[in-house]
């Protein structure tokens, strides 16, 4: 709150400017230590806790970076809000609001309880269990299909091809049994469209994707252009998608904070585990951040404080 709010009305300031505020974000928070580095899936406990890479995108294609922006780490949860829009776009809005949901859960990410109070509802595609709804929704006639379909989606999203972690995507497939159980739950309730262990396989494949603070800032920033890449200027998924991934991201993509979030930075966004987020400017661009000290909510600590100066600075805040 001592940092100046510019109008959002305003465009984006020069890009000079932006430079110098990503460069002071970065410098204001990297000595923040609070929080700590996931280990629920072993191989994230060895990130460096240092890390901090900030960049942001505009819809002109325009980058601006600082810090450990060319460090690769796992996707994780931010996965979720683009495979959405692949499966949204494929099968429409209507679908995905009546078989997956448009809801908060108000829960945990992984909860089990919040899918039974709901009458074996997933809720909505940003936690797990409706994020394993979702990817099981991606068409293809078999499970290599559908991976592919969605790594060559995301891939187009950060406008270049990106790989598998084959070290994360094991540590994670030998941990995973609650996400295994919440695929079982949901084929209980006759809502998983295809096997449960192929979809859990599919989403750990999907989570595991190696990507940098500058490809989640192109990613969020195909967003903000309705759905075009702004450095490839490639069509990814159509404007009704974006925004409904962008209104999906607004309610549910920072979990149960996300009206916390909402309330103080005014923007989309999604965080994953292994200490990203993306942060959307409708029209505007979009911040894609890595830190791995997390808040008990999975949030990067770092993240959300430079996500939140920048907002202000930037004049990005939507309210
Ligand atoms: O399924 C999981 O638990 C992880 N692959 C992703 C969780 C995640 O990133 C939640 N984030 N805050």
């Given at each position: 709150?001592?940092?100046?709010q ?20 970065h ?21 460096d806790?240092?890390w ?11 980058a ?16 979720k ?32 309880v ?11 595609p ?94 969020g920033?195909?967003l ?15 404007a ?80």
């Open positions: 709150n001592d940092v100046p510019l109008s959002f009305t305003g465009a984006l300031p020069q890009d000079a400017r932006i430079d110098q505020l990503v460069a002071e974000a410098a204001r928070y990297a000595g923040h230590d609070d929080g700590v580095v996931a280990d629920y899936i072993p191989i994230l406990a060895e990130a806790p240092a901090f890479g900030l960049s942001v995108v505009d819809v002109d294609g325009g601006h970076a600082v810090g450990d922006v060319g460090v690769a780490f796992s996707i994780q949860s931010i996965s809000a683009f495979v959405f829009a692949l499966a949204a776009d494929e099968i429409g809005h209507d679908t995905i609001r009546e078989t997956v949901g448009v809801n908060n859960t108000g829960l945990a990410f992984n909860s089990v919040a899918v039974e109070l709901n009458d074996g509802s997933p809720m909505n940003m936690v797990n269990a409706g994020a394993i709804a979702t990817t099981a929704l991606v068409p293809g006639a078999h499970a290599d299909e559908r991976w592919q379909r969605i790594r060559d989606g995301l891939s187009r999203f950060a406008g270049r091809p990106l790989a598998l972690d084959g070290e994360v995507y094991r540590s994670e497939s030998f941990t995973n049994h609650r996400n295994h159980a919440l695929a079982r739950l949901l084929q209980s309730y006759d809502r998983l469209a295809i096997a449960p262990d192929e979809a859990v396989d599919i989403y750990t494949r999907q989570c595991s994707l190696a990507v940098t603070a500058q490809d989640l800032a192109t990613m920033a195909t903000a252009d309705g759905g075009v890449n702004p450095l490839t200027g490639e069509r990814v998924v159509s009704q998608t974006a925004r409904d991934t962008l209104a999906l991201l607004a309610s549910c993509g920072m979990y149960e904070r996300s009206g916390e979030w909402l309330f103080e930075i005014g923007l989309p966004a999604k965080s994953g585990v292994s200490g990203g987020i993306v942060a959307i400017a409708p029209g505007k661009g979009a911040i894609g951040a890595f830190s791995p000290r997390l808040d008990e909510a999975g949030n990067s600590v770092r993240g959300q404080r430079a996500c939140a100066f920048l907002s202000r600075t930037l004049g990005l805040n939507l309210f």
